[in-house]
């Protein structure tokens, strides 16, 4: 079956960016796409005999994608991202299986049951119950299911860097879309607000998370392959989704970007030999030099309120109080509905009319941490908690994947600005409980059309032996 991924790079980041582009010119085609993306997607998983890679691509590519079909219109239900992800990780359990100790994740989706009996009794007779608790555990139960399929389970670093270009293509084709769809910048007056028309329309914190994504696959690609040409084109990439990050005046997705190029640096740093760690400066001095350079060019842009936006201040240069632009007093009310309901919360989707009561507030804190304590008290602190630790034990045992810790760090930063409106921290997360086996140095064209895509061909995959 013809896979895309095993088109030449350029060629298919080409293709990606026109789609982006008619897609602004001819909005039907956007909404057949997604049809056939599900489509083409799901025809892959059935029809190959390694599932299990399968599965991943088909989650990564539609993740990468989620925003750009958001930002169209195009899809069926809004959730459809959450929808895709969590059929595809049943299929591959079902067919793969599963490992025993991924059972903590099976435990932490048995404990929303609580909530949602809680909501049962508190709901008001015409509120839709289903649509409160659809909205609010969606993300939360796909990153269970998607948890317990990719825990423990292996991968190539050939394989997942390939898995990378075609998420890197996704992410290009929105990229074409916002250019395209937002107006001239000149014609746009910046201000030190999130900036929807740059963001092409559409809500800027979810274009930043996406940019985000972007701006991670394309670094590490750029680190990780050894090959001029693909190196070139990955650090354009990379400049140009910091560029249009920036852009969208929304920092969550920006900055959790950095951070984890921060955490996957430092794992490099850390455990690799001198000489290995020595081989990465020249490209890590690159990427530094763009960051600052993408900034500086989107300042002049701006008119310098990149500048302001960054440091937290308004449009005329003054210090904001609140550097959460209005969500740290919608966290405070979710903190205080913990504090009265301290065992099981509010129920599933009962902190909005909590806000509502309390403070004739509606907006969303867009923290899953509070959002998760408000909601299911005591038992949201042990969700929590598993979370976080069911990871960090399973990493003592097996320390193959270097980008654990970034992928962590994405899941848990953007559930903190962005929570899990869309189906990348569930995926991102799960990610991290990857295996993912060392790689070897592609050496001829033979060997590559037997085990790996042609995107890497000739290309040198660095070979990080010491990492433990």
Known sequence: MFKLEHLPYPLLLAIHFAIGISCVFAPVLA???????????????????????????????????????????????????????????????????????????????????????????????????????????????????????????????????????????????????????????????????????????????????????????????????????????????????????????????????????????????????????????????LIGAGILIAFFYSSVVTGGMIENRYTNKDTIGREKEDVSAGRGELANLETQAFLEHPILGLGAGMSKFYKLKKAGIEGASHNEVTRLLAEHGAVGVFSLGLLILVPLFNRLGDRSNMLFYSFLIFWFATINHSAMRNAAPSFLYALALLKIKEPEIVKTDEEEEVNESPNLRNQKVLNPSRIS
Request: net charge positive; aromatic share 16%.
């Open 31 to 285: 909404k057949v796409l997604v049809y056939l993306v599900i489509f083409y997607l799901l025809i892959r998983i059935f029809n190959n005999s390694d599932r299990s890679n399968e599965v991943l691509l088909a989650c990564l590519y539609f993740v990468c994608l989620e925003v750009f079909f958001r930002m169209t219109k195009s899809t069926p239900v809004h959730e459809i991202g959450k929808y895709f992800v969590l059929v595809c990780c049943i299929i591959g359990v079902y067919v793969k299986g599963f490992s025993l100790r991924s059972s903590w994740y099976v435990i932490y989706i048995l404990l929303f049951i609580p909530s949602i009996l809680v909501a049962a009794e508190r709901i008001d007779i015409d509120e839709s119950l289903r649509k409160a608790i659809a909205f609010n555990l969606a993300g939360p139960v796909v990153l269970g299911v998607a948890a317990v399929y990719c825990y423990n389970r292996k991968i190539s670093k050939q394989q997942l860097l390939n898995f990378f270009g075609l998420g890197v293509a996704g992410i290009f084709a929105m990229t074409g879309y916002v250019i395209f769809k937002a107006p001239d910048l000149s014609e746009i007056t910046f201000s030190s607000a999130s900036n929807a028309l740059a963001s092409g329309g559409f809500g800027p914190n979810q274009v930043s998370t996406a940019f985000g994504i972007g701006i991670f696959l394309s670094f590490v690609r750029f680190i990780m392959i050894k090959n001029l040409w693909t190196n070139i084109l990955d650090l354009f990439l990379f400049l140009l989704f910091t560029y249009r990050g920036y852009l969208t005046f929304s920092r969550g997705g920006v900055l959790t970007a950095f951070l984890m190029i921060g955490a996957f640096i430092g794992t490099i740093i850390f455990l690799q030999s001198r000489n290995f760690r020595a081989s990465f400066i020249p490209k890590f001095i």
